[in-house]
């Protein structure tokens, strides 16, 4: 049985059982009420994803004295695209697919930000992730608004074929909302290098006579066809450069600290295969095939080896297997979490045995599980700075196409090195300002970029 699957699964039962409830599993309760959430109609429902992000945001709006149209513009997408189309299978028969892409905001730059392949995508994801991009991208320092998109289809279950014509004809639906200086995708949970390769041929193909740069319409492909070397580990590479950056000033030392990790996909394997080759020791992992343990550490690179084999950590030779339980209670310095969003709720969060919450998944925490989490002691190093990696190198790779430049490993990391300890320095400062949380302090970081940029470009008209 699949835990960390199930736990997304129990998470979104027990919230929508919790809407005709009046109450939750993660206990949300009546908390994260704005009175802008009536303003612009938003769910009532305290455990809906899109709700909890935006609110997390509002309250360093209103720390920071955000004016009310920037909080109202910030909190609601530009674009909503959904999209249905028609692929045939390799039996012959035709099966319809939706797809979405969210464009939250585009006041810094293009809209940037990946796209999801997974059964269960929704809506009220997208436009949480599109959102979370937007801060991540401002935070960070990079010129790009937030967008994201995706599939509701399980990539696993279709053939390779047939997921070279459902992306393809999912590119072809979005081909004239999207472009190298408008929107540019990006991987994310269930896509690949393989899948960003096939959108930018078929967006080059479909664009022929315009641009000179169409494969730059996306990002994460793969080296040989316009990928930049360090972009496949950068994400898990940000959540260690964040790490080394943030641990010292919470007395941890990364050189012998133990670390457990939730998802083991590209974030969750890179972060623990970098996190091991600078010491630390991987003592405990789970996803959605089940949960292993070895207090002398896991061999990260050859569990990766594994996972890549085998398709998740089940079976993997030298740790015994656990339960969640124990997972969760585990004691460790640092647990990430790497798989989904809403996957750190009350309970999680009560059983948790960690100095430290490095968030590498997008939302991992929800706002009651922060508040166990608060309240333990614990410090949770949020999305928006911590897994801003992948994003970072992302980047880097559109300038290397539009410059016809190529990078080597040495200065993509250095540069990626620079973005994030720009960005932790900018959550530090506005923590000391403010005396809030790392949360808190990375949304009044990101806030500040945005309102400048509001102040200077005006509205139209
Ligand atoms: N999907 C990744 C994220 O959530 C990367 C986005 C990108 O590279 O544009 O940050």
């Avoid at 938003?42 to 945001?57: E, G, H, I, K, W």
């Avoid at 990928?227 to 641990?247: F, I, P, Y």
């Avoid at 740790?319 to 647990?335: G, H, L, M, Q, R």
């Avoid at 000391?432 to 102040?455: P, Q």
Wanted: with cysteine; aromatic share 8%.
């Amino acid at each position: 049985m699949s835990s960390a699957t199930a736990s997304k699964k129990t998470g979104k039962t027990a919230a929508a059982k919790s809407q005709k409830a009046g109450g939750g599993r993660g206990g949300e309760g009546v908390q994260n009420s704005h009175p802008i959430f009536t303003e612009l109609g938003f769910s009532p429902d305290a455990n809906n994803l899109y709700r909890q992000t935006v609110s997390s945001m509002l309250q360093a709006a209103d720390l920071m004295n955000l004016p009310h149209h920037l909080k109202i513009i910030l909190a609601q997408p530009k674009n909503e695209i959904m999209v249905h189309f028609p692929v045939r299978m390799d039996d012959g028969e035709f099966r319809m697919f939706k797809g979405y892409r969210v464009q939250h905001n585009n006041a810094l730059g293009p809209y940037k930000g990946g796209l999801r392949f997974h059964h269960d995508v929704h809506l009220d994801d997208v436009k949480s992730l599109a959102f979370l991009m937007t801060m991540k991208c401002s935070l960070v320092g990079v010129p790009y608004g937030g967008g994201k998109g995706g599939i509701k289809v399980d990539p696993y279950k279709h053939s390779k074929s047939e997921m070279e014509r459902i992306v393809r004809r999912f590119t072809a639906a979005i081909a004239h909302q999207i472009g190298p200086d408008y929107d540019i995708p990006a991987p994310d949970v269930g896509s690949n290098a393989q899948h960003m390769a096939w959108i930018a041929d078929t967006y080059a193909f479909l664009s022929e006579v315009g641009g000179r740069h169409p494969e730059a319409v996306i990002t994460g492909k793969p080296v040989e066809f316009g990928g930049s070397v360090g972009r496949e580990k950068a994400t898990g590479q940000g959540v260690v450069d964040t790490l080394a950056e943030m641990l010292p000033e919470i007395g941890v030392d990364m050189k012998g600290c133990k670390v457990s990790i939730l998802g083991y996909g590209n974030v969750g394997s890179w972060t623990g295969r970098i996190l091991q080759d600078r010491g630390a020791k991987i003592i405990a992992v789970m996803d959605h095939t089940g949960a292993i343990m070895n207090d002398h550490g896991i061999d990260a690179h050859a569990l990766a080896l594994h996972t890549s084999k085998v398709g998740g950590v089940a079976g993997f030779k030298n740790a015994d297997t656990i339960d969640k339980t124990e997972f969760y209670s585990t004691k460790v310095d640092v647990f990430v979490p790497a798989a989904l969003e809403q996957m750190i709720q009350e309970p999680e969060a009560k059983m948790l045995n960690c100095k430290v919450v490095a968030e590498g998944a997008n939302a991992p925490t929800t706002p009651a599980g922060e508040r166990v989490l608060e309240g333990r002691g614990i410090e949770v190093l949020p999305a928006i700075l911590c897994n801003a990696g992948g994003v970072t190198v992302s980047y880097f790779e559109w300038v290397q196409n539009r410059t016809f430049q190529s990078w080597d490993l040495e200065h993509v990391d250095t540069e990626l090195n620079k973005h994030m300890i720009r960005a932790a320095g900018r959550v530090r400062d506005a923590r000391k300002k403010y005396k809030c949380n790392l949360r808190t302090a990375a949304y009044v970081g990101a806030l500040e970029r945005l309102r400048a940029a509001y102040e200077i470009r005006g509205l139209f008209p």
